[in-house]
């Protein structure tokens, strides 16, 4: 296939302000997004904005940025714009959504989330990552995934919840919001209306099951930081430092000594 990687990112925002612009190590937080994208190395990457200082600053790290409609209803309806625009003639045929508020999003994920695309009948990849904090279990602002195992680290998406589910022995899968999905996929689903079950759980993934559209997730290692608070924010800071500390001292190990 032929991928290119597309993070919806607009200025509006409940719980934090202007957050595609926070700073985090110097850098607003929609760059950083932008470098992991970058990082995984599938293909072109651009930001789906809404507004000219996102663009700006995107820009401004050697990056490029689409400018699309403010009242679009979900990140989803954006990337299909700014597709539109970018590719009128349809030479990318899967089209990766990133969303622009995980700035730990680790490449290896978005690189797991492309290759679920492997078998033609899958219209839609996702990943997700074990449950392993009990309080995650019954928190519903963790999104569950309930599949059935086809082979190592991947199932067939039976549904998406915020319940605690299934019921009974075995593991429990937070699911991760970041999708691949074949071109003519995204396509059908931003046509299609809202479904019942997508208002009930308020999970836009549902409206692909409930329309037929088989969804295959990767089960991966780590869940991604996203932002969406102050409290966030800071964490989000020590997460990047640290990270930026790790490849610091990997370079120092692997840097030959004098001779």
């Known amino acids: 296939m032929t991928p290119i990687i597309l993070i919806p990112a607009r ?24 470098r992991r994208a970058v990082e995984a190395d599938i293909g072109p990457v651009a930001v789906a904005c809404d507004h000219a ?3 700006a600053a995107v820009q401004a790290a050697g ?9 679009h209803p ?32 680790d490449p290896k994920t978005i690189r797991a989330c492309v290759a679920l695309l492997d078998e033609p009948e899958v219209a839609i990849g996702t990943p997700c990552a074990p449950i392993t ?11 569950k995934a309930v599949g059935t195992p086809i082979s190592p680290n991947r199932l067939r998406a039976l ?5 605690s589910a299934p019921s009974g022995d075995g593991p429990l899968y937070h699911h991760i ?30 409206r692909a099951l409930e329309a037929g559209m088989r969804i295959d997730v990767a089960i991966v290692d780590t869940v991604p930081f996203g ?6 924010l800071d964490r989000a800071q020590t997460l990047v430092r640290e990270r930026t500390d790790a490849a610091a001292k990997d370079n120092t190990d692997t840097e030959p000594g004098p001779e």
Request: proline share 6%.
């Open 63 to 71: 990056g490029r940025a689409v400018m699309t409609r403010t009242d």
């Open 133 to 143: 904090e009990a309080r995650e279990r019954t928190d519903p602002n963790v999104v």
């Open 177 to 206: 919001g970041l999708y691949a999905y074949r071109r003519k996929a995204l396509e059908r689903f931003v046509g299609l209306a809202p479904s019942v079950l997508e208002k009930r759980e308020r999970l836009e993934q549902l």
């Open 11 to 34: 200025m509006a925002a409940t719980r934090l302000a202007n957050k595609m612009l926070a700073p985090i190590a110097g850098e607003p937080m929609i760059v950083h997004v932008w």
């Open 74 to 105: 979900s990140g989803s309806d954006r990337i299909f714009e700014a597709i539109e625009q970018i590719d009128p003639d349809g030479r990318f045929d899967c089209v990766v959504n990133v969303q622009g508020d995980l700035p730990s999003v």
């Open 227 to 232: 932002v969406d608070t102050p409290t966030d």
């Open 159 to 163: 549904y998406f919840t915020r319940a």
């Open 53 to 55: 200082d996102i663009a």
